[in-house]
C-alpha cells in the first residue's frame, strides 16, 4: 500500500510541475546535443510523454490500493 501512496504522490507532483519539468529537461538535452535554441515542439513532446508517465503512474496506484483492499476482505 505504501508504494501506492508514493506512485500517487510522485504522478501527482509532477502533473503540477510537468511543463516547468519539460522546459529543463528541453534545455538539458539541447545542451548536451550541442543545440543553441530549444525547439518548442521538443518541449511539448517531452510535456505530452510527462502526461503520460503520470497517468501511468496514477493508474498504477489505483489498481495497487484496489487490489490491496480487495485482498484484505
Known amino acids: 500500500m505504501s508504494e501506492a501512496l508514493v506512485f500517487a504522490v ?20 539541447t545542451v548536451l546535443v550541442g543545440g ?14 510527462g502526461l503520460a508517465f503520470c497517468v501511468l503512474l496514477l493508474v498504477a496506484a489505483g489498481v495497487i490500493t484496489f487490489v490491496t483492499l480487495a485482498v484484505r476482505t
Do not use: D, N, Y
Open 10 to 29: 510522485v504522478g501527482t507532483v509532477w502533473l503540477i510541475f510537468r511543463k516547468r519539468i519539460a522546459r529543463r529537461q528541453a534545455q538539458i538535452i
Open 36 to 49: 543553441k535554441e530549444v525547439p518548442g515542439s521538443r518541449v511539448k513532446g517531452l510535456e505530452q510523454l
